[in-house]
T-cell receptor, first 110, second 114 residues
Framework: DAKTTQPTSMDCAEGRAANLPCNHS???????VYWYRQIHSQGPQYIIH???NNETNEMASLIITEDRKSSTLILPHATLRDTAVYYC???????????FGKGTRLSVIA | EAQVTQNPRYLITVTGKKLTVTCSQN?????MSWYRQDPGLGLRQIYY???????DKGDVPEGYKVSRKEKRNFPLILESPSPNQTSLYFC?????????????FGQGTRLTVV
């Protein structure tokens, strides 16, 4: 079972920031938070990951609360091509498989 | 361009007829894996490989085989396909699975077994 809870769906206006929340209240100290997205029936795409510090790359920013029980993925300027299902995954380092939950279906609206 | 390539993209086959889905990556990644995706069940790992000649079972390996004779290729073999293997299959690879477990995914193979 996925160790994370995400809203089922969200809408965002094109050009605005999309803030996708994720709860992972049972996260343990050596577990990372990963975000992937999947555009309809395409292969999942890795976005970003973090342990406890906030992270930023060319795609998004990841904000992790100090207690690490929740995080937010931020797409700073959402475009129509960002419409996808976004998965928040908690996993420790090592070779355990990713466990994809149901994710959040983000719809970016013109 | 860095990519993971799966073939075929679509396949319809009959029960019991052996098939192979190929997966190739051009990034010299040591780690490769296979997932299947089913409605309501999400993505589940079938097999993974840490390097050439090293393969291990994932969460749902029954009915599947894999091989890793060379670094770039990781074919998925269904010796005797059954209708419950109708699914969307994804291959993935990573240079550092301990950091980013599946960094690149292929575009998927939609398999229908009738």
């Amino acid at each position: 079972d996925a160790k994370t809870t995400q809203p089922t769906s969200m809408d965002c206006a094109e050009g605005r920031a999309a803030n996708l929340p994720c709860n992972h209240s049972t996260i343990s100290g050596n577990e990372y938070v990963y975000w992937y997205r999947q555009i309809h029936s395409q292969g999942p795409q890795y976005i970003i990951h973090g342990l406890k510090n906030n992270e930023t790359n060319e795609m998004a920013s990841l904000i992790i609360t100090e207690d690490r029980k929740s995080s937010t993925l931020i797409l700073p300027h959402a475009t129509l091509r960002d419409t996808a299902v976004y998965y928040c995954i908690v996993r420790n380092s090592g070779n355990t498989p990713l466990v994809f939950g149901k994710g959040t279906r983000l719809s970016v609206i013109a | 361009e860095a990519q993971v390539t799966q073939n075929p993209r679509y396949l319809i086959t009959v029960t019991g007829k052996k098939l192979t889905v190929t997966c190739s990556q051009n990034m010299n990644h040591e780690y490769m894996s296979w997932y299947r995706q089913d409605p309501g069940l999400g993505l589940r790992q079938i097999y993974y490989s840490m390097n050439v000649e090293v393969t291990d079972k994932g969460d749902v390996p029954e009915g599947y085989k894999v091989s890793r004779k060379e670094k770039r290729n990781f074919p998925l073999i269904l010796e005797s396909p059954s209708p419950n293997q109708t699914s969307l299959y994804f291959c993935a690879s990573s240079a550092r699975p301990e950091v980013v477990p599946e960094a690149f995914f292929g575009q998927g193979t939609r398999l229908t077994v009738v």
